[in-house]
């Protein structure tokens, strides 16, 4: 699994400002690197959507739904049978430690060992050369593209789109 991509779109740069790269680091591999600078805390109102493809969504709650093509084109992308719906503290508390472990060397998260609640979100992240690891992702996803589109609402707006290539590792 390789990022290829990171897009994001802030409806307020004085509450989110946002400076990363995909770039490759040897002839097989890519990392992303650059900044999020949070500039206000997350609280209660605070919700992530998260959508892949190209769509805006604005429930109040986190969507993930992943969209699959097998050749990258954009109308060619098909909806796949993993959805997740929570609340921002309820998606940390539950998915945090399984989904960011493999970013801890690369990348200044807080380690939360109570609740999401008991911790401060509002800082610079630095992302130094993080890669992707297949260790979170499914082993049984189809070879192609993938669009994942994350969407935080509450205080303020803000989105990231990542375009991710997978490919199986068992080739006959």
Known sequence: MELLSIMWDVADDEMVKIDLKVKQINRTSFALSGTVDLR??????????AYAQYYWIYYLQINVITY???????????ELPYHLSAKVFDCLDKYYN????????????????????????????II??????????????PDGY?????????????????LLYVESILKK
Not at 68 to 77: A, L, M, V
Not at 100 to 122: G, H, M
Not at 146 to 162: I, M, N, P
């Open 128 to 141: 130094d050369r993080c890669t992707l690891s297949n260790d979170a992702a499914p082993n049984y996803l």
């Open 40 to 49: 206000y805390e997350f609280s209660e109102n605070t919700m992530i959507n």
């Open 68 to 78: 699959h093509s097998p050749s990258g084109n954009s109308d060619n992308y098909r």
């Open 98 to 125: 399984e989904t960011f472990k493999n970013f801890l060397s690369c990348l200044n998260l807080p380690q939360i060992e109570t609740e999401a609640r008991d911790y401060k979100y509002r800082q610079l992240y």
């Open 146 to 162: 993938y669009k994942v589109l994350a969407q935080f609402t509450g205080e303020t707006k803000w989105s990231l789109t990542g």
